[in-house]
């Protein structure tokens, strides 16, 4: 997950590893680092909006994180506005690992 979509999608310098991610940031320097990918990964797991959690370890698929990688059709709850922004999760995709 991080290296297949988490860096090459929310990470990047257009959205949350810049300026145009708003206050939700990730870091995407030196990203195969452990110390980076663990970091990363606590603030996925420590970071809830609107009292939902972006990584819901017991119902997965609701987890934010889940939702907001699916096409606007098929999300409970949708990525918020934004120029620019694809949907993560398709069905032709097959390197999300």
């Not at 409970?76 to 069905?91: A, F, L, N, S, Y």
């Amino acid at each position: 997950m991080h290296n297949a979509w988490l860096i090459t999608n929310c990470a990047t310098s257009r959205c949350h590893g810049g300026g145009d991610g708003g206050r939700f940031v990730l870091f995407n320097k030196d990203w195969k680092d452990p110390i980076v990918r663990t970091t990363n990964m606590l603030i996925l797991s420590r970071t809830t909006l609107d009292d939902l959690p972006l990584i819901d370890f017991e119902k997965p698929i609701d987890s934010l994180l889940y939702q907001y990688a699916l096409p606007k059709s098929e999300a409970r709850r949708q990525h918020p506005q934004v120029r620019g922004w694809e949907p993560v999760i398709t069905k032709g995709r097959t390197d999300l690992r």
